[in-house]
C-alpha cells in the first residue's frame, strides 16, 4: 500500500519543508556576525542548508535505489486500518481535551476506544473509563499537587 | 578526598529510608513501564520528571534511576517469556532467551538474565566509581573550545558508529538542534524560529518530543503490527534460580567481555542497544558454542544483558562529568538535572558531591534492590500481560497525553504529541535513529553557548578548535570519525555485494 521508496520521499519532503524553514526563520535575525560573535541566526540558518541538503541527497540515494525500495512494503491495508482506528480516536481525544479538559476527555476516550475498537462488555469499558480519570485525579490533585487541564464540566461541578 | 571516601559519602546519602523507599517505587515503576509495549525506559523517566520538580535533587535523581534499572529488567522479562521486546535494547535477548523460555527453561533464562544484567550494571557503576575522578579532574581544564570539541566528538561518534545510515544521523541531529533553538535565543534574547506563534515562545520541550516519538510512535508501531501475548508462564521456581545462580560463574568470560562492551558503548554515546547486539554479536563468533545460538543458549542471553546494563549504567559518567548523556534516557535525565537547577559537568563532581555520590551510591543498591524485586515480582508482571492490549494500549495513551500536560500545563503540547508521535513512527519506519534527537535537543543550547564563546575568544577563526593539544586531540579525533562512514561506504564499493547487519535504532 506504501513502499518504501514512496515514504522515503515523503520523509525527505518533511526534512526538506523543516530545513526551509529554519532557513527562514534564521533570515529574520541576522545570519552574520557581529562584534559579539555569532548572532541569533547564524546557527538556524546553517543547520537549515544542512537538513536542506541532507534531504536532497537522500532523496537522491532513494532514487537510484528505487526499484528495490519500491518494491519494500512499508504499510499494509490491515496496519493502515489498524493505525488509523487508533489515531482518528486520538486526534479526537486531544481536540476534547481542548475545550472539556483532560479528565472528561480522557473518560470519553477510553470508553469509546475499548468499546467500540476493543469491543469488550459494557462493564469493562464502563469501569476503565471512569477508573482511570478517578486514579488520575487522586494521583495528580491530591498526592502531587499538579493541577491537569480542567474544563466547564469540573467548574459547573464546583471541582475547580 | 579519594573517591571511596567519597563513596561511604554517597552511602550516607543514598542509605536513608525515604531514599530506598523511593528506590523501591522507582524499580516497581521501571519494571511496569519495561513490561508494557510502548513505554520505554526514555518515556517512562520522562513522564515521571515532571512530578519531581518539586523534589530535591537527590531524591528526584535516585527516582528516575530506578524507574531507568527497572525498565531495563522489565523489557528483559518480555523479551525471554514472549518474544516481544519490552525495550529497544532487549531486542538481542529474544534471540536465545525465548527459544530457552520455549523449551520450559524459562527460570533459567529469567535468573541468567536478571544476574548478569545486575553483575554488569554493577562493573559500569564500579567503572563510574574509579573513573569520575580521572574524568572530572581532567574536565575541569576544560574551556569553551574544549567543551564544543566534546560535544562535536559526541555527535560525531553517533554518525560514526551510530544505527543509522550516516546521512539520516545527521538529519535526525540536525532536527534535534532546530527543535531545541526554537523560541528565546539565551545570548541575544531574539525569538527564533517562532513565525509569530505564541505557544512556541516557550519552546519546543524535549519532554514532549520524547513522549510523542518513543511513547505514541511505540505505540503506532506495535498497533500497526498486532500484538498477540502468546508465550511461556511466567512462573518461577525457587530452587531452579538457586541452580541457575549456582551455574552462572561458568559464564565468566562471556559476562566479562560483555560488560567491557557495555561501558565501553555507554561511555562513548553508542548506547545499551548498540552495545547488546553487538556483545551478542561477539559472543556468537568467539564462543565455544557459538553454533548453539540462536536455538536457546544461555550465553546468549548472557552476552547481550550484561552488556544492556553495563551500558546503561555507564552512560550516566560522561552525563556526569562532562554534561554529554550516552543513551537516550541519560538524555532525558541530563535535561531533568537542568530543570532541577544543576549545571552537569566537572563542578557538579566539586559543588554538589552529595548528590553526584548519592546518585553513584544509589546505583550500587538500587541494581541489587532491582535484581531481587525482579526475580520476586515476574510472575505477576507477567500475569498483568494477559489484560488484553484494547484495553492498555488505550490507558498507556492516556497515561502519555496526561504526562505531557504535566510538562508545562500547555493544551498546545497535546498537540505536539500527537504531531511527534506520527514523526516517531515514520523515523522507525525508515531507520532514523531517534537518541540522536533527543541529545541534540537537550544540549543544543549548550553546545551552540561553548561555540559562541569560543568563536568570540577567537574573533571567528576556526583555529580555536587546535589552539592546545588538548582541544585538538578532541577535534580532530572527531572530524576522523566523520570520515569513518565515507570511508567505510568507499570500501564497501571495493567489496560489492558485502550487506552489512543492521541494527534497530534505539
Known amino acids: 500500500m506504501l513502499s518504501r521508496l514512496r515514504l522515503e520521499l515523503i520523509g525527505c519532503g518533511v526534512v526538506f519543508v523543516l530545513g526551509a524553514l529554519a532557513v527562514l526563520g534564521a533570515m529574520e535575525h541576522s545570519i552574520g ?62 481536540a476534547i481535551a481542548q475545550f472539556l479538559g483532560l479528565y472528561i476527555a480522557t473518560a470519553l476516550y477510553l470508553l469509546l476506544v475499548t468499546r467500540w475498537i476493543g469491543r469488550h462488555p459494557w462493564r469493562t469499558c464502563i469501569g476503565v473509563a471512569v477508573g482511570v480519570p478517578v486514579v488520575s485525579w487522586l494521583l495528580f490533585e491530591i498526592w502531587f499537587s499538579v493541577p491537569l487541564l480542567k474544563g466547564p464540566v469540573e467548574i459547573w461541578l464546583g471541582l475547580a | 578526598m579519594g573517591n571511596l571516601d567519597a563513596l561511604m559519602h554517597g552511602f550516607t546519602v543514598a542509605l536513608t529510608f525515604h531514599h530506598i523507599l523511593l528506590m523501591i517505587a522507582g524499580v516497581l515503576l521501571g519494571i511496569l513501564v519495561g513490561v508494557l509495549p510502548g513505554l520505554g525506559a526514555p518515556n517512562g523517566v520522562t513522564l515521571l520528571l515532571p512530578l519531581t520538580f518539586s523534589m530535591d535533587p537527590v531524591s528526584a535523581i535516585i527516582l528516575l534511576t530506578s524507574t531507568y534499572w527497572g525498565a531495563l529488567f522489565g523489557g528483559s522479562t518480555t523479551s525471554i517469556l514472549f518474544n516481544i521486546p519490552g525495550e529497544p535494547s532487549s531486542v538481542a535477548t529474544t534471540f536465545d532467551g525465548y527459544p530457552m523460555a520455549r523449551a520450559g527453561r524459562a527460570t533459567e533464562a529469567l535468573t541468567y538474565a536478571f544476574m548478569s544484567a545486575g553483575f554488569g550494571a554493577l562493573v559500569g557503576v564500579i567503572v563510574i566509581t574509579l573513573l569520575s575522578g580521572f574524568v572530572t579532574s581532567f574536565a575541569l ?14 555527535f560525531a561518534s553517533f554518525v560514526a558508529f551510530g544505527s543509522g545510515a550516516p546521512l539520516k544521523t545527521i538529519v535526525s541531529i540536525c532536527l534535534g538542534f532546530a527543535f531545541g533553538a526554537v523560541g528565546m535565543d539565551s545570548v541575544s534574547g531574539a525569538m527564533r524560529l517562532t513565525f509569530d506563534f505564541n505557544d512556541l515562545i516557550r519552546g519546543i520541550s524535549f519532554l514532549v518530543v520524547v513522549i510523542g516519538l518513543f511513547g505514541i510512535g511505540e505505540m503506532l508501531l506495535t498497533l500497526e503490527e498486532g500484538v498477540e501475548f502468546r508465550g511461556a508462564s511466567g512462573r518461577l521456581n525457587p530452587r531452579e534460580i538457586i541452580s541457575a545462580i549456582r551455574r552462572l560463574p561458568r559464564y565468566w568470560v562471556a559476562m566479562l567481555r560483555g560488560s567491557a562492551v557495555g561501558v565501553w558503548m555507554g561511555i562513548t554515546p553508542g548506547g545499551p542497544t548498540a552495545a547488546s547486539f553487538m556483545s551478542y554479536g561477539l559472543a556468537k563468533r568467539l564462543s565455544k ?62 559543588e554538589r558531591a552529595d548528590f553526584v555520590w548519592g546518585m553513584i551510591a544509589s546505583m550500587y ?41 504535566t510538562v508545562a500545563g500547555a493544551p498546545f503540547d497535546l498537540w505536539l504529541v500527537v504531531v511527534f508521535g506520527i514523526t516517531g513512527w515514520a523515523m522507525k519506519k ?77
Not at chain 1, 560573535?37 to 537538513?51: M, N
Not at chain 2, 531481587?372 to 502519555?400: D, E, K, N, R
Request: hydrophobic share 50%.
Open chain 2, 430 to 506: 525508515l531507520d532514523y535513529p531517534i537518541a540522536p534527537l533527543v541529545l541534540a535537543m537537550v544540549i543544543g543550547d549548550k553546545a551552540e553557548d561553548a561555540f559562541r564563546q569560543s568563536m568570540i575568544m577567537s574573533q571567528g577563526s576556526i583555529g580555536v578548535l587546535w589552539s592546545s593539544p588538548l582541544v585538538g586531540v578532541l577535534s580532530t579525533l572527531a572530524i576522523v570519525l566523520l570520515l569513518v562512514p565515507v570511508f567505510t561506504a568507499w570500501r564497501a564499493r571495493r567489496r560489492k555485494g558485502h550487506v552489512e547487519e543492521e541494527v534497530p535504532s534505539e
Open chain 2, 141 to 154: 581544564r576544560f574551556g569553551p573550545p574544549e567543551y564544543f570539541a566534546v560535544y562535536f566528538l559526541a
Open chain 2, 289 to 350: 558454542r557459538g553454533a548453539n545460538f540462536g536455538k536457546g543458549e544461555p550465553e546468549g542471553v548472557i552476552a547481550p544483558e550484561t552488556a544492556d546494563h553495563s551500558a546503561g549504567t555507564s552512560a550516566m559518567l560522561p552525563m556526569l562529568a562532562l554534561g554529554i548523556p550516552g543513551s537516550a534516557t541519560s538524555a532525558v535525565m541530563l535535561g531533568g538535572l537542568m530543570i532541577w537547577g544543576l549545571s552537569p559537568g566537572p563542578m557538579l563532581f566539586v
Open chain 2, 365 to 405: 543498591l538500587g541494581n541489587v534492590v532491582g535484581v531481587v524485586l525482579v526475580l520476586a515480582t515476574v510472575p505477576f508482571f507477567a500475569a498483568m500481560l494477559s489484560v488484553p492490549f484494547t484495553i492498555i494500549g488505550p490507558i498507556i495513551v492516556t497515561v502519555c497525553i496526561v504526562g505531557a500536560w
Open chain 1, 33 to 94: 556576525w557581529a562584534d559579539d560573535g555569532p548572532q541569533a541566526g547564524y546557527f538556524p540558518f546553517r543547520l537549515g542548508v544542512v537538513l536542506l541538503v541532507c534531504s536532497v541527497l537522500i532523496a537522491l540515494q532513494a532514487m537510484s535505489n528505487r526499484t528495490e525500495l519500491a518494491g519494500e512494503q512499508m504499510l499494509s491495508r490491515e496496519g493502515a486500518r489498524r493505525i488509523l482506528g487508533f489515531f482518528l480516536p486520538l486526534i479526537g481525544y486531544v
